[in-house]
Structure formats: C-alpha cells, structure tokens
C-alpha cells in the first residue's frame, strides 16, 4: 500500500456507505464507507480519520475511508475489502505460520452445500486447506476483541460450512484478521450474536481451526501488516 493517505476529522456515517469528513481547510467531503458492519465503537464524531483516493474523478466518491479512531485512542482499519488481501501476504510472506507448506494459494472458489465462496483454498499434493478469513474491528472491555459487530447469519453458514469440510478429511480455518491497535486477543461476541457463538464453538468441538492475526497498522505511511498472531479464547 504505497499511496499516501489523506487525514481530516470524521463529522458522521450514514446510509451505511456514506461518511461526512472535515479537511485540514474547513472544507468538507463525502467520502465512501467500505465497511456494511455496524462499526460499533468505530464511528466517533469529531475523531482523527485516514481515507484514500482513487485519483477517478468519474467515480462519485473518489475518496475511501481507510482508518477511524476509537473511543479509547487506537486505530481500527475499517476498510473490510483489505482484510483478503492483508492475508494472502501473510500467508505468502510466511508470518501466518499455521497456513504454510502448500504448493497453490486459489481465492474466491464456490464450495460448499449452502452456495459459498471460501476466501483462500491452499492445495498441495498433501492436501486441501479451506480458509475463511473475518476481519475484526470491535473492541469492548480492553484489549479484547469480537466477532461479530452485528447478527451475522452469513458468518453461522460459513461456520457450517467449514464443518462439513473437516467431515469429509480436509482442513478448515477460520482465520480473524484483526484490524485494530488495541486487541490483544479475541472471542465470539456472545451477547451480540449468541447464536454465532453457539455455532463457533460447534465448529472449534468439530475440529476447525482458528487463528487470529493483528495488523500493524501506521497511518503516515498508509501501511497496514498483519504482524502479531493473538490467542482466540472460547476455543476449548
């Protein structure tokens, strides 16, 4: 990510898809949210935020919002579209330790008996390797991360759908890609969505494995890295 980003104060997010920012002049942009999730404790008026820019003056809204500030001062990299790719390096640069040894990284390839696309499918001539990856940008008590920020029957399927993988003798991952400064490990959000964590603990008991990465994230050189694996608690 070698553009450099744009900084200026988040004013609000509306339409899901929308956010309202003030520039270092005064002025004020709309620029594109890229994040469907409710974002809680991401959006907080009058904060510091980073946005990119497409340089495609045909595109509405030429700009992306890439980092919000959080109520407790960390950075949560709110652009979910980077989470895929932010992964497939660290599988690549080898610092997801868990995912090496396979010969072919695939992505986006239909599996499934609920019509799904799984993120990464690593293949060897040892095996196949389903790899789900979730972004993660909610923090509650300190330091501890959640999934998911809001009911996720898309995330249960998939879950479902990793199980069925172990049934029939590949493995399966659930990879959390954490997008946040502040996360030192993380958890299924029961009280958001304790169906999600009913089935996340079905999946764990079944033998689906879950790994859980922290970005690097460094708003003056647009960088974001996954550098830190963290502990998944609930897991046992």
């Not at 340089?55 to 709110?78: C, D, Q, S």
């Not at 095996?127 to 008590?141: H, I, N, P």
């Not at 647009?222 to 609930?234: D, H």
């Amino acid at each position: 990510m070698n553009q450099k980003w744009q900084s200026g104060v988040l004013l609000r997010r509306y339409k899901r898809f929308l956010a309202d920012v003030r520039l270092a002049d005064g002025s004020e942009i709309t620029i594109h949210c890229p994040n469907t999730g409710s974002m809680r404790h991401c959006v907080v008026p009058e904060s510091p935020c980073w946005f990119s820019d497409s340089g495609n003056p045909k595109r509405k809204y030429r700009h992306t919002w890439e980092l919000a500030t959080t109520p407790t001062g960390h950075w949560a990299g709110i652009n979910t579209a980077r989470a895929n790719p932010l992964v497939r390096e660290g599988i690549e640069s080898g610092v997801i330790e868990e995912l090496q040894g396979y010969e072919r990284i695939r992505a986006e390839v239909r599996y499934g008996q609920e019509n799904s696309r799984i993120d990464f499918l690593l293949e060897s001539d040892d095996g196949r390797c389903y790899v789900e990856v979730k972004s993660v940008t909610l923090m509650e008590a300190p330091g501890q991360g959640l999934f998911p920020d809001a009911v996720s029957e898309r995330g249960r399927k998939h879950l479902r759908e990793l199980m069925e993988i172990v049934r029939q003798g590949d493995r399966a991952v659930l990879l959390f890609c954490v997008q946040h400064s502040g996360v030192e490990q993380v958890a299924p959000a029961d009280e958001i969505d304790p169906a999600y964590g009913d089935t996340f603990r079905q999946a764990v008991a079944a033998g689906v494995e879950v790994y859980a990465y922290r970005a690097d994230i460094n708003p003056e050189q647009a960088s974001i890295r996954l550098e830190t694996p963290l502990p998944v608690s609930a897991v046992e």
